[in-house]
């Protein structure tokens, strides 16, 4: 378990280091800046909700509410990343972008809440 915990440790300080870099680099673009912060902290959601979601026990109403948040700031992040590409692409392969960023988002709520899985309620 501390190997686990030293590691995520690790991951958060370089998603920590790489972000003030990206502020850094973005020279006063407030929108830049708006991004990278908003990217950050939907990315400490995840993890936040993906440990609770993991600590939960099965069937529980605190691991229902945890994959709620999953899936909220996944659909944030592909939101995001699609308006970011989709905005420096030529307009059908910015159509590609947000049908697949679209795609993975009803994925995922197929996925986390009505897909059954043996021994789990999705309520």
């Known amino acids: 378990m501390a190997a686990a915990t030293t590691?995520?440790?690790?991951v958060f300080l370089f998603l920590t280091?790489?972000?003030?870099?990206?502020?850094?680099r973005s020279r006063?673009?407030?929108?830049?800046?708006?991004?990278?912060?908003?990217?950050y902290f939907?990315?400490?959601?995840?993890?936040?909700?993906?440990?609770?979601?993991?600590?939960?026990?099965?069937?529980?109403?605190?691991?229902?509410?945890?994959?709620v948040g999953v899936w909220l700031a996944t659909t944030l992040l592909t939101a995001m990343f699609s308006w970011r590409v989709a905005a420096v692409t030529p307009w059908p392969v910015a159509a590609g972008v947000w049908l697949m960023g679209g795609c993975t988002v009803a994925g995922g709520f197929y996925t986390l809440f009505l897909h059954p899985?043996?021994?789990e309620t999705t309520r």
């Open 17 to 24: 280091g790489n972000s003030v870099l990206a502020i850094s």
């Open 42 to 67: 939907s990315l400490v959601q995840l993890f936040y909700c993906l440990r609770r979601f993991e600590a939960s026990p099965l069937g529980s109403e605190a691991r229902g509410r945890a994959r």
């Open 117 to 119: 899985r043996p021994g």
């Open 7 to 10: 590691a995520t440790y690790i």
């Open 28 to 39: 006063g673009d407030a929108t830049a800046v708006a991004f990278v912060l908003a990217s």
